[in-house]
T-cell receptor, first 113, second 116 residues
Framework: RKEVEQDPGPFNVPEGATVAFNCTYSNSASQSFFWYRQDCRKEPKLLMSVYSSGNEDGRFTAQLNRASQYISLLIRDSKLSDSATYLCVVIFNSGGSNYKLTFGKGTLLTVNP | NAGVMQNPRHLVRRRGQEARLRCSPMKGHSHVYWYRQLPEEGLKFMVYLQKENIIDESGMPKERFSAEFPKEGPSILRIQQVVRGDSAAYFC??????????????FGPGTRLTVL
């Protein structure tokens, strides 16, 4: 089983739609969770950290379920500029290495006019 | 404040040649990380360095790959005797250093290595 698994998509949605991405991780002793976005042939950029209580940043809402080892990202009122690959990222608590980002393969989102 | 800089952005090498990838961290950052993204794959951790120290190289292939972060100058990822399977995007990230909890890493634009 892969350490971080995501639905690869692609997701094609119209502008204004709500879209949700899911991610599961294999190691219950996981420390930190993030969503990054990566535009085509560009570097990953931090979108938001994910906290146990859930957190929201504008149109973006992230949820964490530690019992199910599951992370989600919800995008409301999607814009054309949201088109990108969304990467689920986990830091596993392994011998004090709280720096090693483990990436999922990403979910491709295309928002259509 | 300039971000993480990497050069070259694109590098083409023939099999057997050496590739040198450079990374200058953000100003004030003393921690550097290298990740590799193979085609159709997620980014994979390679190595974590601080000035003049390799902290964790658990993700580095055992042979042909080496990394350094000297006291002066950029961090270098060096690949000797490149093979076609080394073709990938190599991303560098930097951080100021962990204080409490996790330390946010900021990524550079990457170097796309193509081995012919």
């Amino acid at each position: 089983r892969k350490e971080v698994e995501q639905d690869p998509g692609p997701f094609n949605v119209p502008e204004g739609a709500t879209v949700a991405f899911n991610c599961t991780y294999s190691n219950s002793a996981s420390q930190s969770f993030f969503w990054y976005r990566q535009d085509c042939r560009k570097e990953p950029k931090l979108l938001m950290s994910v906290y146990s209580s859930g957190n929201e940043d504008g149109r973006f809402t992230a949820q964490l379920n530690r019992a199910s080892q599951y992370i989600s990202l919800l995008i409301r009122d999607s814009k054309l500029s949201d088109s990108a690959t969304y990467l689920c990222v986990v830091i596993f608590n392994s011998g004090g290495s709280n720096y090693k980002l483990t990436f999922g393969k990403g979910t491709l989102l295309t928002v259509n006019p | 404040n300039a971000g993480v800089m990497q050069n070259p952005r694109h590098l083409v090498r023939r099999r057997g040649q050496e590739a040198r990838l450079r990374c200058s961290p953000m100003k004030g950052h003393s921690h550097v990380y290298w990740y590799r993204q193979l085609p159709e794959e997620g980014l994979k951790f390679m190595v974590y360095l601080q000035k003049e120290n390799i902290i964790d190289e658990s993700g580095m292939p055992k042979e042909r790959f080496s990394a350094e972060f000297p006291k002066e100058g950029p961090s270098i990822l060096r690949i000797q005797q490149v093979v076609r399977g080394d073709s990938a995007a190599y991303f560098c990230a930097s951080s100021p250093g962990p204080r409490e909890g996790t330390d946010t890493q900021y990524f550079g634009p990457g170097t796309r290595l193509t081995v012919l």
